[in-house]
T-cell receptor, first 118, second 113 residues
């Protein structure tokens, strides 16, 4: 149980285009999903917290107009990188928390999406 | 500012030995400390969670200790195997960052046959 999927697993796009990444909790409901970015040989950096039915909370330094997050249901959150540039190339990972109380503090991560902007 | 440090960037050990990884933190009062495993090109996989009022937790060949006085957690893998080779991340939650995880930079463990 507690599987999180991401789609696509990798994407290559031209500079200036927008890219949408989906994050789904497959076998549980998640009121809260998180979006992280990881550059090579660095750790995960939290970008934003996504709550179902409300606006996302962005970490300091993350542009909310560039990284649009939508959490339309208890099993789906999307991250759209708008007007992508080469410096946005990174590994984007989402995670979700299960509503079940006893494992609420665990976060289940998706497999990640490798974005390359040419 | 809050800081999390994992003792070394890389750790090499021989198969069958115990691997010990360290996670230190400053300016932080975590309610929970978690350890994750990450393989190249993949998302982290949850391993163990330990609460601030717990000293030790075990799961199969894994053991985690949590010393809130020293502000340190130790992560042990006993009878290590080459399949244990991966990057191990510690993550903290609590204080002003409750509900969010802050990750250390990770330790790359390589277990040689």
């Amino acid at each position: 149980g507690a599987v999180v999927s991401q789609h696509p697993s990798w994407v290559i796009c031209k500079s200036g285009t927008s890219v949408k990444i989906e994050c789904r909790s497959l076998d549980f409901q998640a009121t809260t999903m998180f979006w992280y970015r990881q550059f090579p040989k660095q750790s995960l950096m939290l970008m934003a917290t996504s709550n179902e039915g409300s606006k996302a909370t962005y970490e300091q330094g993350v542009e909310k107009d560039k990284f649009l997050i939508n959490h339309a249901s208890l099993t789906l959150s999307t991250l759209t990188v708008t007007s992508a540039h080469p410096e946005d190339s990174s590994f984007y990972i989402c995670s979700a928390r299960d509503l079940i109380a006893e494992r609420y503090n665990e976060q289940f991560f998706g497999p990640g999406t490798r974005l390359t902007v040419l | 500012s809050q800081k999390i440090e994992q003792n070394s960037e890389a750790l090499n050990i021989q198969e069958g030995k115990t691997a010990t990884l360290t996670c230190n933190y400053t300016n932080y009062s975590p309610a929970y400390l978690q350890w994750y495993r990450q393989d190249p090109g993949r998302g982290p996989v949850f391993l163990l969670l330990i609460r601030e009022n717990e000293k030790e937790k075990r799961k199969e060949r894994l053991k985690v200790t949590f010393d809130t006085t020293l502000k340190q957690s130790l992560f042990h893998i006993t009878a290590s195997q080459p399949a244990d080779s991966a990057t191990y991340l510690c993550a903290l939650e609590g204080g002003t960052s409750y509900g969010k995880l802050t990750f250390g930079q990770g330790t790359i463990l390589t277990v040689h046959p």
